[in-house]
T-cell receptor
């Protein structure tokens, strides 16, 4: 019930293409879904996040699509650039769960954008 | 300012050493976290402090000892570590009571135990 399943494990995209990473969760109590971007040797950086009251959120080239009934959400990176090459982690939690609402991470996707 | 700072960036220690990792934030966050991250794995939660009190200890061995001296600082004291404890140690902070929402991570301390 606490798992977040992320796919694919790795992804290679040409510069200018669209990168798509998918996540699925089981716990219906989750109501906060962030994506983190991590470069080698650095800490994860909060990229974009969504609550289940909306089906899509866009920030620049990054879009989260959320399907509450299917318990799935995805990250779309438009016009992918070599600088986007990093590991991306989806996560889920309860937004106001206090000490119980900790982040449950997916296993990560290593994205490589080829020039 | 959404910065969490951590020192040192790198640490090499023997199994009999005692060392400490430090974390600082000035975002007014009253929840602070320690995570451990092994290569090619997601971060694993170790400890959570809320209002300077330890609220979660995820069954971490006693050779790791957290401390929260005030609302801006978080320490992780290390003693008698094992080689398998080598990892990236991440600090994070957020508003209290917000669960996972808006957690900001520091750059991490790369720890090598020899």
């Amino acid at each position: 019930q606490q798992q977040v399943k992320q796919s694919p494990q790795s992804l290679i995209v040409q510069k200018g293409g669209i990168s798509i990473i998918n996540c699925a969760y089981e716990n219906t109590a989750f109501d906060y879904f962030p994506w983190y971007q991590q470069f080698p040797g650095k800490g994860p950086a909060l990229l974009i996040a969504i609550r289940p009251d909306v089906s899509e959120k866009k920030e620049g080239r990054f879009t989260i699509s959320f399907n509450k009934s299917a318990k799935q959400f995805s990250l779309h990176i438009m016009d992918s650039q070599p600088g986007d090459s990093a590991t991306y982690f989806c996560a889920a939690s309860r937004a106001y769960g206090g000490s119980q609402g900790n982040l449950i991470f997916g296993k990560g996707t290593k994205l490589s954008v080829k020039p | 300012d959404t910065e969490v700072t951590q020192t040192p960036k790198h640490l090499v220690m023997g199994m009999t050493n005692k060392k400490s990792l430090k974390c600082e934030q000035h975002m007014g966050h009253r929840a602070m976290y320690w995570y451990k991250q092994k290569a090619k794995k997601p971060p694993e939660l170790m400890f959570v402090y809320s209002y300077e009190k330890l609220s979660i200890n995820e069954s971490v061995p006693s050779r790791f000892s957290p401390e929260c001296p005030n609302s801006s600082l978080l320490n992780l004291h290390l003693h008698a570590l094992q080689p398998e404890d080598s990892a990236l140690y991440l600090c994070a902070s957020s508003l209290p009571g917000t669960g996972g929402m808006g957690q900001y991570f520091g750059p991490g301390t790369r720890l090598t135990v020899t």
